[in-house]
Structure formats: C-alpha cells, structure tokens
C-alpha cells in the first residue's frame, strides 16, 4: 500500500497542529505508520491521498448511516447553501429538523440545537443541575460523554466513589461532584444512589456503551437505573450521541423501551455536518434561555447548511423498513464473521446491535463492562489492523473504537469484508 502522499501531509500537519491532527485518535497511535489522509468518499468507499481505496467501517465515527455523500444529503445542503451559509438568526430548516425528531420519538417533546455531542452533554448537564437544584452527577466507567470536564473523570478505589480527573487541565473541583460506577454493577449503583442520591441532579449514561469496545447493558439494569433516578428525583440522561438514530429512530430508548428525561444526540442528526442537540420533557426543556433561567447560546447553533442536511438524511431514516434492513443486513455480516472466526479456530468475536458492531479479541461474550477486555486486544489490533488496511477495509484505528454499517454497503461487499477480516484477525495471530 502507497502512503507517500499521506506521510507528506502529515508531517506538515504536525508542524502546524498538535499531533498532526484535529482529535487524537486520528494520528493512528495505536497502530502502524502515518494517518491516511482522507481525499473522497462516496457510498461504502473512501480514498486516500494516493488513491488506495477502501470499505469504510468508520463512517466519520457514525454519522454517515447513509454512506458518503448521498444524493438526497448533499442536495438539500447545496440548496440551503445557495442561500447563505449562516444567518445568526432562527431559519426554517431549523424546524424541519426539530420536526421530524420530535414529532418521531416519544421522549423528546422540545429539542435545542448546538454544534457538537460534547456541547450537547455539557448543555444537558448544566440544564439537569439547573432543574433540580443539585450539584452531583453519576457516570459510568467506560462510557464517553465528549470531553466535558466533569465528565472526563475515572473511578477512584472502591465501589462507588468520587472520580479524579482523566486529562490535565481538569481541576479537582471539576471532578469532585461525579459519582463514577462499574457498568452493569446492580450492587455498586444501589450503593452510590443509597449515599449520594439526594444530592445527584442526573445519572448520565451512554444506555448501548459504544466508546469503549461495545458494552451491552442488561435491560434489568438500566431498568434499575431508571427506578433509582425516579426515586431519588434524579433526571436520568441518555446520551444516545452514538446509538441515537442508529439502533432505531428512538435509539437505545425505544430499543430499551426505557423512557429517559433527557436525551443528547449528534453524529447522525447532523448528516455529516458539526450537529449535536439535547432534547427532553417539555417542563425540563422549558427551562432553558430565553424560557427559562438556565444560559445556553451558540453562534452557528441551527445553521440552515447542517439543519437542511441533518434533516435530509433523518428524512431517510424514517423510510418502511429502513432500520430492518440495515440490521438485518449486519446481522449476516456480523454473523458470517463468527463463522469464519470459529471455523480457523482464532479467539475473534464480533459484536453487535442493529448496525454498529465491534471486533474483539477475546473469548468473553457479551462484554459488559471495560474490564472485561482482553489486555492483550492492543497488540493484536494492531497486527490485525495493517493486514486489513492492505486488504482495502478501513475501520477506526484502535480496538476499542466500534465500526459501522451503512445502507450504502452492498450485500456483496460485507460478505468480501467479513472473509478479509478474519484473514487479517488470522494473520494477528500469527
Ligand atoms: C461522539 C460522542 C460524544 C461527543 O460528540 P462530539 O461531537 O465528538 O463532541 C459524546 N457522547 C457520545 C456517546 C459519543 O459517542
């Protein structure tokens, strides 16, 4: 595989912008050689400055559930676009993107656009304080929420306990008033609840962990959560930044069947572009400027380009069968990799639920919590990763980073992608 063009580039960028990049997993740390530089997508393909092509998994980190560049997206941006690229002031499409997720999902009856997922939790945190009067949040170990500061926290020693900063720069206070908890840990979350519950104003969690390998939750005990959350009056906060749109049109909550009293969206809502939004129960969201008393603005916030797109690509997303089809059609990629898989003989698992799946290297299924990854998963990806780029399938580059399919990927294409995975998980082996 050529990799001339890219290694020029990056080493240009890495005089201009730390690390070469704009977010850290891009520089490839965790595995061989200098980042593809990305020129074109289009459909299931990418392609690298020196034009190796690819399948891509990646799909921007989950946005692109209709592929790269689809027709029906890159119209209703262009359209918008013709007009004016940003106003400052409201626009229509601002509504048809509130529209169609309001009027489509039983749990978001008002929705406040922002410009990112992490501006999202930020935003729905500051909200869940404001609304309840309480300082203390509850978080889970393994889950991502961006990088929010009192967020960006890791257990301490014992069960339940207060976190410590996971960055630099991030103060003692910051992290002081986040209670971190084991996933699926039914004992550990009754405890935390039982000593910090009266002064928690949310229990955030990504209800499908999707940051962190893929870490499926036992209903009974997000069910536990919710139970805990009502009890105590706190507001329970689905961060469905990754799964919203993607398992379903009502994400994990409507997949759960588990009502949340607020929700964080990104990725897909924004149809490639830089869109997040929180949304909730009519009395929470109220209270958010200039209704109610608790600050929140944004400069590009509902920008009709992002809006026209956003609302463009979840217009697809609410087609007959639309999430049937794209499941199913994991489902027998998913599944044509477990029987490649047992059949060499390797210790390599696929997981999944609807379209997002993950490859690990271990024997422990499911996988609910971060421990129970297989510490030598590193390694292995990385051996696993380069025979695969070599093979044309472009996935994110570290284990513990989910892929994705897209209705863009052909029947053919996942079948072709299925036996190169396991070849490239057989030569990790070797
Ligand atoms: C991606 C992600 C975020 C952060 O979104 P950005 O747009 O990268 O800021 C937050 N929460 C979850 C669950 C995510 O997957």
Same mark, same amino acid.
């Given at each position: 595989?050529?990799?001339?063009?890219?290694?020029?580039?990056?080493?240009?960028?890495?005089?201009?912008?730390?690390?070469?990049?704009?977010?850290?997993?891009?520089?490839?740390?965790?595995?061989?050689?200098?980042?593809?530089?990305?020129?074109?997508?289009?459909?299931?393909?990418?392609?690298?400055?020196?034009?190796?092509?690819?399948?891509?998994?990646?799909?921007?980190?989950?946005?692109?559930?209709?592929?790269?560049?689809?027709?029906?997206?890159?119209?209703?941006?262009?359209?918008?676009?013709?007009?004016?690229?940003?106003?400052?002031?409201?626009?229509?499409?601002?509504?048809?993107?509130?529209?169609?997720?309001?009027?489509?999902?039983?749990?978001?009856?008002?929705?406040?656009?922002?410009?990112?997922?992490?501006?999202?939790?930020?935003?729905?945190?500051?909200?869940?304080?404001?609304?309840?009067? !309480?300082?203390?949040?509850?978080?889970?170990?393994?889950?991502?929420?961006?990088?929010?500061?009192?967020?960006?926290?890791?257990?301490?020693?014992?069960?339940?306990?207060?976190?410590?900063?996971?960055?630099?720069?991030?103060?003692?206070?910051?992290?002081?008033?986040?209670?971190?908890?084991?996933?699926?840990?039914?004992?550990?979350?009754? !405890?935390?609840?039982?000593?910090?519950?009266?002064?928690?104003?949310?229990?955030?969690?990504?209800?499908?962990?999707?940051?962190?390998?893929?870490?499926?939750?036992?209903?009974?005990?997000?069910?536990?959560?919710?139970?805990?959350?009502?009890?105590?009056?706190?507001?329970?906060?689905?961060?469905?930044?990754?799964?919203?749109?993607?398992?379903?049109?009502?994400?994990?909550?409507?997949?759960?069947?588990?009502?949340?009293?607020?929700?964080?969206?990104?990725?897909?809502?924004?149809?490639?572009?830089?869109?997040?939004?929180?949304?909730?129960?009519?009395?929470?969201?109220?209270?958010?400027?200039?209704?109610?008393?608790?600050?929140?603005?944004?400069?590009?916030?509902?920008?009709?380009?992002?809006?026209?797109?956003?609302?463009? !690509?979840?217009?697809?997303?609410?087609?007959?069968?639309?999430?049937?089809?794209?499941?199913?059609?994991?489902?027998?990629?998913?599944?044509?990799?477990?029987?490649?898989?047992?059949?060499?003989?390797?210790?390599?698992?696929?997981?999944?639920?609807?379209?997002?799946?993950?490859?690990?290297?271990?024997?422990?299924?499911?996988?609910?919590?971060?421990?129970?990854?297989?510490?030598?998963?590193?390694?292995?990806?990385?051996?696993?990763?380069?025979?695969?780029?070599?093979?044309?399938?472009?996935?994110?580059?570290?284990?513990?980073?989910?892929?994705?399919?897209?209705?863009?990927?052909?029947?053919?294409?996942?079948?072709?992608?299925?036996?190169?995975?396991?070849?490239?998980?057989?030569?990790?082996?070797?």
């Amino acid at each position: 595989m050529k990799r001339e063009h890219s290694a020029r580039l990056f080493e240009r960028a890495s005089n201009l912008m730390p690390g070469g990049v704009n977010s850290p997993v891009r520089a490839f740390k965790a595995v061989d050689g200098p980042p593809l530089f990305m020129a074109r997508g289009e459909g299931p393909l990418l392609w690298d400055e020196d034009g190796n092509q690819f399948i891509d998994f990646c799909c921007s980190w989950g946005p692109l559930i209709l592929g790269h560049a689809p027709e029906a997206v890159l119209s209703a941006a262009i359209a918008a676009m013709q007009n004016g690229t940003s106003f400052g002031a409201p626009n229509k499409f601002e509504n048809e993107l509130a529209a169609l997720i309001v009027e489509n999902h039983r749990w978001v009856d008002k929705i406040r656009f922002v410009n990112s997922g992490t501006e999202a939790v930020m935003s729905a945190v500051r909200l869940a304080r404001g609304c309840t009067g !309480q300082a203390k949040l509850l978080k889970f170990e393994g889950c991502y929420h961006g990088h929010v500061d009192s967020l960006m926290v890791k257990a301490g020693s014992g069960l339940a306990t207060l976190g410590t900063g996971s960055s630099a720069g991030i103060t003692e206070a910051a992290a002081a008033d986040t209670v971190v908890v084991e996933l699926n840990d039914s004992e550990a979350l009754e !405890q935390a609840f039982k000593r910090w519950g009266s002064e928690l104003a949310c229990a955030i969690i990504e209800p499908i962990p999707a940051n962190n390998g893929l870490l499926l939750q036992d209903r009974q005990f997000l069910l536990l959560l919710r139970k805990l959350c009502s009890q105590h009056g706190t507001l329970l906060l689905f961060d469905e930044v990754i799964s919203g749109f993607r398992v379903g049109f009502e994400g994990a909550a409507g997949f759960f069947d588990i009502e949340p009293d607020l929700l964080t969206f990104g990725k897909i809502i924004g149809g490639g572009f830089p869109v997040g939004a929180y949304g909730g129960k009519a009395a929470l969201m109220s209270q958010v400027a200039p209704e109610g008393p608790v600050y929140q603005a944004g400069t590009l916030s509902g920008n009709p380009v992002a809006m026209a797109a956003g609302a463009a !690509q979840l217009r697809q997303c609410l087609a007959p069968r639309f999430y049937d089809d794209l499941n199913q059609k994991t489902d027998a990629f998913v599944s044509e990799i477990n029987q490649l898989a047992l059949a060499a003989g390797i210790e390599f698992f696929a997981h999944h639920v609807g379209s997002i799946f993950w490859l690990a290297f271990g024997d422990q299924r499911p996988v609910r919590r971060a421990a129970g990854i297989n510490p030598r998963s590193g390694e292995l990806f990385k051996k696993f990763y380069g025979a695969l780029l070599d093979a044309g399938v472009y996935l994110g580059p570290s284990g513990y980073e989910v892929g994705f399919v897209s209705t863009a990927h052909s029947q053919l294409q996942l079948a072709e992608s299925a036996a190169k995975i396991v070849k490239a998980a057989l030569a990790a082996y070797s």
